[in-house]
């Protein structure tokens, strides 16, 4: 069994900060990066309202950048994940996906959180095949064709907004007669000539098959009970995340959505010498 005097648990910019203050520190903290080191940053093309960076920077850079500064501070970031914790007792026990125990006096974390689903059937028949929760990762592979986005918070317009320098037209699927997302970003929707906004619509099909995949969807007016299809070859799901919190097993106190409750304004949880940061 190892031990330690701080576990990091997750990447991204919460972790890695906490690895830059714990390392400066001489906390000599072990990071676990998780199922998507270096955070949800890295499904980000350009980030311009981050001080530091004048003309944008990707988010695979800065997130390097990022680690690059926790390890000179001397945390440990090992690949992996932390499958289970035991939060009965200090010191903490966590264990990794490789059966390794950790014993850790301080545990801050860090696991953020992962894309939302509608809950489709044909939602999950075809992802991977014309339904992705990521335009970044994807979006190449619908070159000037026609695609669709859900959501009306600022990751869906920036999913659109990215998917309009690749495509031919973009819908974009928004239950309310608004958008909830920034200002900026929702100049950037309605001023976009390629994006088209679908309000007050929900998805009820997203059509397709294994042979040729996405083909289109079917959605429905919640205002007026309309029913009406789109022709799209590809589908981007950006309605909001789910907290990575399942491991915890109930063991500290969690908001209705499953996020981490802390002392505000600190980051301390409900369990003494546990903290959260990020998305978490």
Not at 69 to 93: E, M, N, T, Y
Not at 117 to 144: H, I, M, P
């Amino acid at each position: 069994m190892e031990k330690t005097r701080c576990l990091i648990i997750g990447s991204g910019p919460a972790g890695y900060t906490a690895g830059i203050y714990t390392g400066r520190a001489d906390l000599k903290p072990i990071l676990y990066e998780g199922l998507q080191p270096n955070g949800q940053l890295t499904m980000t093309t350009e980030i311009e309202n981050f001080p530091g960076y004048p003309e944008g920077v990707s988010g695979n850079d800065m997130m390097a950048d990022i680690r690059k500064q926790a390890q000179r501070f001397g945390a440990d970031i090992r690949s992996g994940l932390i499958k289970r914790v035991d939060l009965s007792s200090r010191p903490f026990h966590a264990f990794d996906d490789e059966g390794n125990e950790i014993e850790a006096e301080t545990i801050i974390i860090a696991t953020g959180a992962t894309a939302r689903w509608l809950g489709l059937d044909s939602e999950k028949r075809l992802y991977g095949q014309g339904v992705s929760a990521c335009a970044t990762c994807d979006g190449f592979f619908y070159k000037n064709l026609d695609v669709a986005v859900v959501g009306g918070g600022d990751t869906a317009c920036e999913e659109a907004n990215y998917l309009s320098t690749l495509c031919h037209k973009v819908y974009q699927i928004v239950r309310r007669d608004e958008l909830r997302a920034s200002k900026a970003m929702q100049h950037k929707v309605l001023n976009n000539p390629k994006i088209e906004v679908l309000w007050n619509s929900v998805t009820e099909e997203i059509c397709g098959d294994d042979m040729d995949g996405v083909t289109g969807a079917n959605l429905k007016n919640v205002k007026t009970g309309e029913k009406y299809h789109i022709d799209v070859a590809g589908f981007f799901v950006a309605i909001g995340h789910q907290p990575q919190t399942e491991f915890l097993n109930g063991q500290i106190e969690l908001d209705n959505e499953g996020y981490i409750k802390v002392q505000n304004p600190s980051s301390a949880t409900s369990v003494e010498g546990v903290f959260a940061a990020g998305d978490v």
